[in-house]
């Protein structure tokens, strides 16, 4: 089972720092190969460059009123959130379509109904079944 990891190109957990400009202050983030391809793609799908839609991303949560205390963390689950929802098929895998086009309200909608209730804090997360749910599952299943 671990072959399919070990095994795999290192390069995509190699972690490079890049220096950007977010609405006029400097700032670094640091991200493993494999999320910067992601969000590369993300940005390439609404033509944009990573910039901005890193500088997007960030000025979005701000106005949500969301906590962007750490900024690397959020850009990963953004990448896993991203990969989930194609799985699911709420984005396509064709990447000609620009995530702006797509029902953003319809697909939160159907990922709430997807999602299970999530354990608290401790508790560890099962299902009936007394199997381990992980959060990532719970979006596509």
């Not at 209730?117 to 009936?128: F, I, K, L, N, Q």
Request: net charge negative; glycine share 8%.
């Amino acid at each position: 089972m671990c072959k399919l990891f070990i095994e795999a190109d290192p390069g995509l957990w190699e972690s490079s720092t890049r220096s950007l400009r977010i609405d006029r202050m400097v700032t670094s983030v640091r991200l493993e190969t494999f999320f910067w391809s992601v969000l590369e793609e993300i940005a390439e799908r609404d033509g944009m460059n990573l910039v901005q839609l890193i500088t997007r991303l960030h000025n979005e949560s701000i106005e949500a009123g969301h906590d962007l205390g750490n900024f690397a963390s959020f850009l990963r689950v953004c990448c896993g959130r991203y990969l989930a929802l194609q799985l699911s098929g709420d984005i396509p895998n064709d990447t000609a379509t620009p995530i702006a086009a797509l029902d953003s309200a319809g697909i939160l909608d159907r990922e709430r109904g997807r999602m299970r209730p999530v354990a608290p804090a401790g508790a560890g997360s099962r299902t009936g079944s007394g199997a381990s749910v992980h959060p990532a599952a719970r979006l596509v299943s």
